[in-house]
């Protein structure tokens, strides 16, 4: 089996690879810009006629979308989360060629829904640009003809996560202030629904090789609702902080609108036959662990 992976590179798309990689008889194809990639392309930019014509060529059987911007101006979101997977649909469509089209969406195209758990059926009301570009690009490929599914991600965090993720962040932070310093965040009492990165590859696994159709939109998620502030303060244990944290700073301004949210996962479980596996405490030890090539401190258990 075949399977073009598309930001490879990115936070999911490389525990995806690795998973994929891990499995017998898959073969990883990665694209992007990178002078390593099997496909150098820019969905950005991209034009139709010539991403089919490489796609045909590369007979892909599963293509996964991991590319997206997470940040950055409008036309930057518009190009990569609306234009991105409108340019990779009709390619595939122009291509002609059998393939499971898998797409990460995000929670950040529902919006929020305090005190319900998001169903896929649940309305959709985006809460800025990201949200809006995000819903976008994920309506693109559920409308499309092709055989696809959008992966609607919650909060994913876990090894590697990014500085532009509130966990990635915080770690980040943690480590610049030392044990007894101060970290500055924005407000920490939204809750989120966290999900670890290996379980969202998991999950994109099991669509990319599931046989028969799939639902058009699955949520990928961990199915309960934390409040942000509960992530920082485990994260300051784990690390062995023992100074301050600052709520007065600058928070998330893809997220910072949405101050409840928590997944309703059934679906995926009937579809897939997935359920996430990792803890949030187990998610956490291993950002920490990954920032600094050692354990959490002892005290911290």
Known sequence: MRVLVLGSTGFLGRHLTDHLRALSGV????????????????????????????????????????????????????????????????????????????????????????????????????????????????????????????????????????????????ADELLRAGPDGAVRVGDLSAYRDFVDARDVARAAVLATTAPGSLPRILNIAGGSATQVREVAESLARISGFHGRIDENGTGSQRSSAVSWQQADITAAATALGWRPERTLATSLDDLWTSRTGTPPTPSAA
């Open 27 to 170: 073969r990883v194809l990665r694209a992007g810009r990178s002078p390593g990639a099997d496909l150098r392309v820019d969905l950005t930019t991209a034009t139709v006629p010539a991403l089919a014509a490489d796609l045909r060529t590369l007979a892909p059987d599963a293509v996964v979308n991991c590319a997206g911007a997470v940040a950055g101006g409008p036309l930057l979101l518009a190009e990569t989360n609306v234009r991105g997977p409108a340019v990779l649909c009709e390619a595939l469509t122009t291509a002609g060629i059998p393939v499971r089209l898998v797409h990460l969406g995000s929670a950040g195209e529902y919006g929020t829904n305090a005190g319900q758990p998001l169903g896929e059926d649940s309305a959709t009301c985006p809460q800025g640009a990201y949200g809006a570009t995000k819903l976008a690009g994920s309506l693109t490929v559920a409308e499309s003809a092709l055989d696809a599914v959008v992966l609607r991600v919650f909060n994913p965090l876990g090894p590697g996560s990014p500085g532009t993720s509130l966990p990635g962040r915080l």
